[in-house]
């Protein structure tokens, strides 16, 4: 069975950096595609990052050269590290495996950002 964890949300100010964590168990494949996604008020579940077992990298214009996804295979653990955070990153963060065409979620976590 698989699972996703999140952890590391939070309030921050303007500027400031957090980092999030996902912990995934169950088997885990080479070729599978961790990621994150954020889902503001009112708006789309929107892609923030993806990565490849291989650590080949997709970001989403808006977080690039302030995001940084990365994953450690022999923890089973993807890493979201934000800096020059913005008000308009504030969402709930999900993260995401995609596994032979299926996509497995996990709760979120909630990334406040005050102005």
């Known amino acids: 069975q698989v699972q996703l964890v999140e952890s590391g949300g939070g309030l921050v100010q303007a500027g400031g950096s957090l980092r999030l964590s996902c912990a995934a168990s169950g088997v885990i494949f080479s070729t599978d595609i961790m990621g994150w996604y954020r889902q503001a008020p009112g708006k789309q579940r929107e892609l923030v990052a993806t990565?490849?077992?291989?650590?080949?990298?997709v970001y989403v214009d808006s977080v690039k050269g302030r995001f940084t996804i990365s994953r450690d295979n022999a923890k089973n653990t993807v890493y979201l590290q934000m800096n020059s955070l913005k008000p308009e990153d504030t969402a709930v963060y999900y993260c995401?495996?995609?596994?032979?065409?299926?996509?497995?979620w996990g709760k979120g976590t909630l990334v406040t950002v005050s102005s």
């Open positions: 995401n495996r995609h596994s032979w065409g299926r996509d497995y």
């Open positions: 990565i490849t077992r291989g650590g080949s990298t």
